[in-house]
């Protein structure tokens, strides 16, 4: 087996968990709808999500689109706000990121949107340990496109069997298998350590 030189992580439930009812609950002042209504509209919504994550509408779109369909009179500064403070740092992860930083590469692979990158994303602590960012609304495709995992490659000028991905979702952990790399199904951090150890990382 090639040595392996690089690890690439999802941030959602992987470095970051998420939680979109957090938006719901603020925004819910700002709406003529029942919350449960609002709820469902939001989160039905993934039309409008998935164009704005794959950058096919710009962030004022996705503000006056989202508006629109919630019956929202939410100011724009308050929308990024809500809309972007639903995540919350997975301690086990970032200590695993900064002890695997001074021996391999590090690159981050995830579907998001410029808000949730900009003002979720970016500010967290362990961000500027990544050398690499390969983020869906900059490739207009959207992960398990193999578009997303061969941009994360080219980035990191490595061959697939040379890094570890690891993500939270099956389907985006088997396209990684697909194009040949290393990829683990995060569900615990133990189990993950586990996982890495089969590999032969030991930390």
Request: aromatic residues 12%; proline residues 6%.
């Amino acid at each position: 087996m090639e040595s392996i030189q690089a690890f690439i992580f999802d941030f959602g439930r992987v470095v970051s968990d998420f939680d979109i009812h957090l938006f719901l609950r603020r925004a819910a002042a700002y709406s003529s709808l029942p919350p449960e209504t609002l709820a469902s509209v939001v989160l039905s919504a993934t039309d409008v999500a998935n164009r704005y994550e794959t950058g096919l509408i710009t962030s004022d779109e996705f503000y006056e689109e989202t508006c629109r369909r919630a019956s929202l009179r939410m100011p724009k500064e308050e929308f990024i706000r809500a809309y972007t403070d639903i995540f919350t740092p997975i301690p086990t992860t970032f200590d695993l990121l900064r002890r695997l930083k001074p021996h391999y590469r590090l690159a981050l692979l995830s579907n998001t949107n410029q808000w949730h990158f900009e003002y979720g994303i970016r500010p967290v602590a362990v961000f500027p340990l990544f050398d690499t960012v390969t983020l869906s609304y900059e490739v207009g495709a959207m992960k398990p496109d193999p578009r997303m995992y061969r941009d994360a490659l080219m980035k990191l000028a490595l061959p697939p069997e040379a890094c570890i991905y690891i993500d939270d979702i099956s389907e985006n952990v088997e396209a990684g298998r697909a194009l040949g790399l290393h990829a683990l199904l995060y569900t615990s951090h133990e189990t993950l350590l586990s996982d890495l150890r089969t590999l032969g990382i030991e930390l």
